[in-house]
């Protein structure tokens, strides 16, 4: 052992002073070259297991604590300012491999296929109870207004290790839980009676702990959508199902009134196998098996404008586009959207419908080149394989993998990164 | 060059005495058209003592494939060219498992690495990816408002690209050939030089956790100019090279106006 203060001077002289021989600096012989490539050793980077893991991200408004991002709204360094929107992507921490994912009007959910206790999470605003009673934890009696990160949600499941939750959906201020054998659980707001119970004068919805269990439909449910007040179900057997507000029609029922209990909805859907329903706002669609669309509700901006000059439509009525055999549909604020099998995209309605600034509103839907989602000599394959709509913007996923946005960017929904409005399908 | 038949003397009108008459009394002048003697080939020399010759896209000397140049009038001609900013399109070649220090096959071995791991599928994720992130380059670089319907059409026709100067940039990259651990892309690219497609071969090879290095980048098309068009090593004489341009004329032509207007 070398004492502290010797240690240093065993060093030697400065290397100014050194007289070592260098290594030559010139180009090495190719034998050279070869020996040294054959002794350096491999590495790798690579793990067994190394599979991709499923991935949530989120962006948009992030004061209401939809994002599930706590730093934005109360950042956790004293010298960072508040940030209002997320405008890209951002990765969300979860869990649990996420299966399905729900944004409401300030709040979300999101759930797992799991079979442990905790299955669905829910983050954003909870003035009316929407992601169920979250207790609060400094003071035990009241609940949070306002929840910045995905927190659990506790449902009241007969088998909670073997329930699975395949679903969830999202509306203005209530929410809807589809399971696999028990039924669909619902929360939130029930002034008009989307949670399907009655409705109680006068119920405060915030801080209630009352989540109630919907159970008597002919067959099981296999999809739940929430509009902005209403909800519809659709069961195995291709019927359709709605209860909530009414007064544009969009409960399909034939009156303008509230329903509190879910009732089947006729009309021209009677007897129609439904392998999709989609509604967002007050407007609501239907795609048969056969690729047929159905469309109620409302009509102020030409949505259903094909077949009628009413703006409330209150009964389902099948809509006669030529476009080929649709496959999927989706319904915005003001604007919808229709998948065909081919994979081409076609928009109608009101709004920036992704064909330029001059195609402001149309009631017959127009189709959206499909060069612009990346089809071209080059790449002939591609299709469009799956599309969604918000309040006033769209987005389209191919078959690549690829989300192709466009609409109004309200508050950085669309997640381009910058603020201005997207005229045409732009690649996230 | 020059033993071929140059352009024929000028001509002008010199007024001459005529020819004495029968007497040689009349001595009126007659206009006359006479070769000019500036022009005659012993007074003027070799036509051509120089050639201007100027260079399109640089080629690096590591790679190979088409490289244009232009002659004389033919400069003019390459600035415009330049100004309508016409894709390139190169293969590149890559070797999976090798990371070197100038990201080619012939630099100091920098780290060696596994490649079994690799697929098809996940080099054309990546290939996906870098697709995705490059439209969005050429779009924000291109300068043009979003919210026009001109904008839109262009779009929709695929037209839209930087018209000025702007960072490198990858229109269309495909997979054409992959056998661990050699694979072959076809990259379309924007202002870009041979070493920054080495260095994307090398950032494909990280992002698939190994290491890859480039082993050949070749040239097959330079705006309009494509491999028919040029000439190999042992065509590089006259008659090919007036073959050549008299061939291309009318496709530069043709761009030109397309692009310029």
């Known amino acids: 052992a070398v004492p502290g203060p010797l240690r240093g001077a065993l060093r030697g002289p400065p290397a100014a002073l050194r007289r070592g021989l260098a290594k030559p600096a010139g180009p090495q012989s190719i034998r050279q070259l070869r020996e040294a490539d054959e002794a350096a050793p491999i590495f790798q980077y690579a793990g067994k297991a190394a599979k991709r893991k499923d991935r949530v991200f989120v962006w948009g408004f992030s004061y209401s604590g939809a994002l599930g991002l706590p730093s934005p709204v109360r950042p956790d360094v004293g010298w960072k300012k508040p940030r209002r929107i997320q405008p890209t992507p951002f990765r969300l921490e979860t869990q649990e491999k996420i299966s399905s994912a729900a944004c409401g009007y300030g709040f979300t959910l999101l759930s797992s296929r799991t079979t442990d206790i905790t299955k669905v999470w829910g983050m954003g605003l909870n003035k009316d109870s929407q992601l169920g009673f979250q207790r609060s934890r400094r003071d035990r009696t009241k609940g949070y207004e306002y929840v910045l990160e995905p927190s659990p949600i506790p449902l009241p499941l007969e088998k909670p290790q073997q329930t699975r939750v395949l679903q969830v959906s999202c509306g203005r201020a209530h929410s809807l839980i589809l399971t696999d054998s028990e039924g669909v659980f619902t929360m939130g707001n029930n002034s008009y009676g989307q949670c399907g119970r009655k409705v109680v004068e006068d119920e405060t919805y915030s801080e209630s702990y009352l989540i109630h269990q919907l159970k008597e439909f002919d067959s099981r449910v296999v999809q739940v959508v929430c509009g902005q007040d209403h909800s519809l179900f659709r069961t195995k057997k291709g019927e359709v199902y709605a209860c909530g507000w009414g007064a544009d029609g969009q409960t399909g029922l034939g009156h303008y009134n509230i329903t509190s209990v879910p009732t089947k909805l006729r009309g021209d859907i009677d007897g129609v196998n439904i392998i999709q329903v989609s509604s967002y706002g007050d407007c609501c669609l239907a795609v048969s098996d056969e690729g047929d669309i159905f469309g109620w509700g409302n009509s102020e901006y030409l949505q259903l404008a094909s077949v009628t000059e009413t703006t409330q439509v209150n009964v389902p009525r099948h809509l006669p586009f030529r476009i080929g055999k649709i496959k999927e549909a989706a319904c915005g604020g003001t604007g919808n959207v229709a998948l065909t099998e081919e994979g081409n995209v076609f928009v109608w309605g009101y709004g920036i419908l992704g064909k330029g600034p001059n195609l402001i509103e149309t009631a017959v839907p127009e189709m959206i080149p499909p060069s612009l989602f990346g089809l071209s000599d080059f790449n002939p394959d591609i299709r469009v394989a799956h599309v969604r709509c918000g309040l006033s913007h769209f987005a389209a996923l191919t078959n690549r993998g690829e989300l192709f946005v466009w609409g109004k960017n309200l508050r950085g929904c669309l997640g381009t990164g910058r603020m201005e409005d997207q005229y045409f399908p732009w690649r996230v | ?261």
């Open chain 2, 1 to 261: 060059l020059n033993a071929a038949p140059g352009r024929a003397p000028r001509q002008h009108v010199r007024f001459l005495p005529a020819p004495a008459g029968a007497d040689g009394k009349e001595t009126g002048l007659v206009a006359t058209t006479v070769p000019v003697l500036a022009d005659h080939p012993l007074v003027r020399g070799p036509r051509f003592r120089r050639l201007k010759i100027g260079a399109g896209h640089r080629l690096d000397v590591k790679a190979s494939g088409v490289f244009v140049l232009g002659i004389g009038h033919g400069n003019k001609l390459l600035t415009d060219l330049y100004n309508c900013h016409l894709t390139k399109v190169y293969t590149v070649g890559g070797l999976f498992g090798k990371a070197t220090d100038d990201f080619s096959d012939t630099g100091k071995l920098v780290e060696k690495t596994t490649f079994d791991h690799i697929t098809r599928e996940k080099l054309e994720r990546i290939l996906a990816v870098i697709q995705g992130t490059n439209h969005k380059a050429l779009l924000m670089h291109s300068n043009i408002d979003m919210k026009t319907q001109e904008a839109y059409e262009l779009a929709v026709k695929g037209l839209i690209r930087p018209m000025g100067k702007s960072p490198p940039i990858i229109t269309a990259i495909r997979c054409l050939q992959f056998t661990l651990p050699q694979f072959q892309l076809e990259i379309h690219c924007l202002h870009e030089t041979q070493q920054y497609l080495r260095k994307i071969v090398h950032e494909i090879g990280l992002e698939l956790k190994s290491s890859a290095v480039c082993t050949q980048v070749r040239r097959i098309r330079d705006g309009v100019f494509t491999l028919d068009d040029a000439l190999l090593r042992t065509q590089w004489d006259l008659q090919s090279i007036r073959n050549a341009i008299w061939n291309c004329q009318l496709k530069v032509k043709t761009e030109l106006e397309k692009t310029l207007g």
